[in-house]
């Protein structure tokens, strides 16, 4: 699983560092390398475009995991140029960020949007697969998640408005339910279609959530 994630408009994170002159820039060997937004060609190009608009880079460099417990020793390795800068601008996921942020000691400023967590199918293209709402139904929907795969979300499916196994929403996309059916039937255990799922619970949760496993 992969968090996948976009670049930021150049002009958006320029936005977030006014008044933040000197930049330490760090990017993530996992994540968001696979994805291009942040490994060494995208950390030394995001260092370029900052000093060509007027911005002090004072260092740069790529963590092998931004989201773990390696970010500290390698931020300690950088530690003068960080003392150095005014913020550090994260190209990593979300989890980066925070972890950065708990660990750089500077504002940490994201200059990617992450968007969901996915596989790799192929070489370079990832695909959502889970939403991870905490309600899982892949053991009756043969491993395809309908709250991901079908553009409504629906539990209990198909729609009305699948034709020929194509979505309503999304023409050039398959319809979920019929890629849950026609899994289900090669299983045997075409059944399942008939199981009614009640409604989704989407009561606020209270946030942030933590689990303590023993």
Not at 167 to 186: F, H
Not at 194 to 203: E, I, M, S
Request: glycine fraction near 12%.
């Amino acid at each position: 699983m992969k968090s996948i994630t976009i670049a930021k408009p150049f002009e958006e994170v320029l936005a977030a560092l006014n008044g933040l002159d000197r930049l330490f820039v760090v990017g993530c060997g996992t994540c968001t390398t696979m994805t291009r937004t942040g490994g060494v060609d995208q950390v030394e190009e995001m260092r370029e475009r900052l000093q060509e608009a007027g911005k002090r880079v004072t260092g740069a460099r790529v963590i092998p995991t931004a989201c773990d417990d390696l970010t500290g020793p390698f931020l300690k390795e950088s530690g003068q140029a960080i003392s150095a800068a005014d913020a550090i601008v994260s190209l990593s996921c979300a989890l980066g960020v925070h972890r950065l942020g708990l660990t750089g000691g500077r504002p940490v400023i994201p200059a990617v949007n992450t968007v969901f967590i996915g596989v790799e199918e192929t070489p370079g293209v990832f695909k959502e697969v889970c939403a991870q709402c905490g309600q899982c139904l892949l053991g009756e929907t043969a491993g395809i998640c309908p709250i991901t795969a079908c553009h409504k979300g629906l539990v209990n499916g198909p729609c009305g408005g699948t034709n020929n196994g194509r979505c309503e929403v999304d023409k050039d996309k398959d319809c979920a339910w019929t890629l849950i059916y026609n899994r289900l039937k090669e299983q045997g255990r075409l059944d399942l279609m008939k199981a009614y799922k009640p409604p989704r619970n989407h009561h606020i949760v209270p946030r942030p959530r933590s689990m303590q496993f023993s």
